[in-house]
């Protein structure tokens, strides 16, 4: 019986309800439906089917390539049936690269009532302009059962006039293109696509065209903006768009690439209150949400924090939101609840970090000897230190493309070598280029990939990595104790060294800044 419903519907959709075919499967059906009685079983009694006219009220109906648009129709309805009602729109037959959007099932409410419904017509980005006319297709089904007996079919009348226009992403598009010129966009390598991602439904829907030197997006609420370079670069290796990741969360550039105030910065801002901020000297880097505005309260990277040195972090799903955090050159940021706030500080003086290096190498230099040939007789001697040190130059930071490194310090040890010979005891002064850092700065799984920042993730200790190292000597044998002393300090910064500290560091570290003076500040979740 199943079967030969199905078939009596599909004769009833295509207009053959009053055909010969039509009779027959009638027929046959009720045929069964006899033996069905006779052999004692029931059936459920048919509801009364009430009359359904369904009018369009709407003029033409205009949808860009890509875009949608919108049908009103007139629903007037006589619902005596006793049961539950809806009324059913599709296109029928199928048009091509055009497709209904939305649910398009109207209840019928019992008795006699007038209503108006909105159908929505979705147009693929390859439709052709022109105009169309489409058949909408009715089906009424009264009670939940959608077989011949509780259903009956009609079409919208009259027939819907659809214009579908010009997709306005391609012209927009290609008049940035040629407005930045093929010099600085290269050739193109797609044709344009429609994103389903990137902008809130409010924006309507987001396009982008790939060239050999930059992107080009377009939404009707932005216009057309570029990005280019290692901005570029960044913005297409954040995580997927697809999962929890960055692109979701900035959206689609809202501005070309443009200066920084200090001449050397670029950035680009996006639809959802992100940003991308490159800097030569540090790498391109995102921040966000409520970390942005608190930034750009403070003055962007012309403010206290300067410019950002890591993409914010992004929790994974098990994680707590206080785990969201931000790096830059001269502080941090986190979000408390909905407000991006500075973190816990705790700060190492310039005098602390080389009094923590002098204390390390104190312990390894006396134990050291120097060999010193005076005419026929050769002279022990043993190194050590004064109790003097400086800190002579503290760099900038360098560029990193998942974290740009921090500034690098050179302390300077001064030493000497006790003869007890009689002889004026050489000197020697050690200036150590030192790299700071705390312990998980490594992505262990792929070291072209982002840092593995988690906070909470264990211990975090501070280490010392030497990236330099001249000695000078003045003196007796200055050569050797020159040579004598660099072996040492190589010796000891073989691997990076791990700086003791008076205080247990922070199980919630952020991270870790050197200051401009050569002082270390490590910034970590306030944790009650």
């Known amino acids: 019986m199943a079967v030969l419903k199905r078939r009596l519907a599909v004769l009833e959709r295509t207009g053959k309800g009053h055909s010969l075919q039509h009779q027959d499967l009638l027929d046959e059906l009720a045929q069964l439906d006899l033996d069905y009685r006779g052999q004692g079983c029931g059936a459920p009694p048919v509801p009364r089917l009430g009359q359904i006219t369904t009018t369009v009220i709407g003029g033409p109906v205009t949808v860009e390539a890509g875009g949608t648009g919108d049908l009103s129709i007139n629903i007037e309805a006589v619902n005596d049936s006793g049961v539950a009602t809806s009324a059913d729109y599709t296109i029928d037959p199928p048009v091509t690269h055009l497709a209904q959007s939305g649910s398009w099932t109207v209840p019928i409410p019992p008795g006699v009532s007038t209503q108006q419904a909105t159908l929505t017509f979705a147009a693929a980005d390859s439709a052709a302009a022109g105009t169309l006319t489409v058949a909408i297709h009715e089906s009424v089904v009264f009670g939940p059962v959608k077989d011949g007996a509780h259903q009956q079919y009609d079409y919208v009348l009259p027939d819907p006039t659809v214009v579908i226009g010009v997709n306005p992403a391609g012209p927009a598009i290609d008049a940035k293109a040629a407005a930045l010129g093929a010099a600085f966009t290269g050739a193109a390598v797609e044709t344009v696509q429609h994103l389903i991602w990137g902008t809130t439904p409010a924006d309507g829907p987001a396009f982008r065209r790939r060239y050999e030197n930059c992107t080009i997006y377009y939404s009707a609420a932005f216009g057309a903006h570029e990005i280019h370079g290692d901005i570029r670069a960044k913005f297409d290796r954040l995580p997927d768009p697809t999962t929890a990741g960055v692109p979701v969360v900035l959206g689609i550039p809202v501005t070309d690439e443009m200066g920084c105030p200090d001449g050397q910065g670029r950035y680009n801002h996006f639809s959802n ?50 785990n969201i955090f931000a790096l830059f050159q001269d502080g941090a940021l986190w979000l408390n609840n909905d407000v ?70 050179t302390v300077t040890l001064h030493g000497f070598v006790s003869l007890n010979w009689g002889l004026p005891d050489p000197t020697f002064d050690a200036h150590l280029d030192l790299l ?6 490594s992505h262990p799984a792929d070291q072209s990939g982002p840092p593995n920042n988690q906070v909470g993730q264990g211990d975090h200790y501070l280490y010392a990595a030497l990236t330099g190292l001249r000695v000078d000597a003045h003196g007796v044998s200055n050569e050797r104790v020159a040579a004598t002393v660099q072996k040492v300090i190589n010796d000891t910064l073989r691997v990076p060294l791990q700086v003791p500290t008076a205080i247990p560091q922070p199980p919630d570290l952020f991270g870790l800044c050197v200051t401009a003076v050569g002082g270390v500040d490590l910034l970590y979740h306030p944790r009650i």
């Not at 700071?436 to 700065?441: S, T």
């Open 273 to 322: 209150g992100g940003s991308i901020y490159w800097h030569p000297e540090l790498g391109p880097f995102a921040v966000y949400g409520a970390l942005r505005d608190r930034w750009a309260r403070d003055g962007w990277e012309t403010g206290p924090l300067g410019y950002p040195t890591r993409d914010q972090y992004i929790p994974g799903p098990n994680e707590l939101s206080y």
């Open 340 to 409: 991006g706030e500075l973190p816990a500080l705790k700060q190492f003086s310039a005098e602390q970090i080389r009094d923590l290096i002098w204390q390390q190498f104190n312990q390894q230099l006396p134990g050291q000897t120097v060999r010193i040939d005076v005419g026929p007789a050769t002279v022990v001697g043993q190194p050590g230190l004064e109790a003097q040190t400086s800190t002579d130059n503290v760099t900038g930071n360098a560029y990193g493309f998942w974290h740009a490194r921090n500034r690098i310090m």
């Open 436 to 441: 700071l850092y705390e312990d998980n700065q």
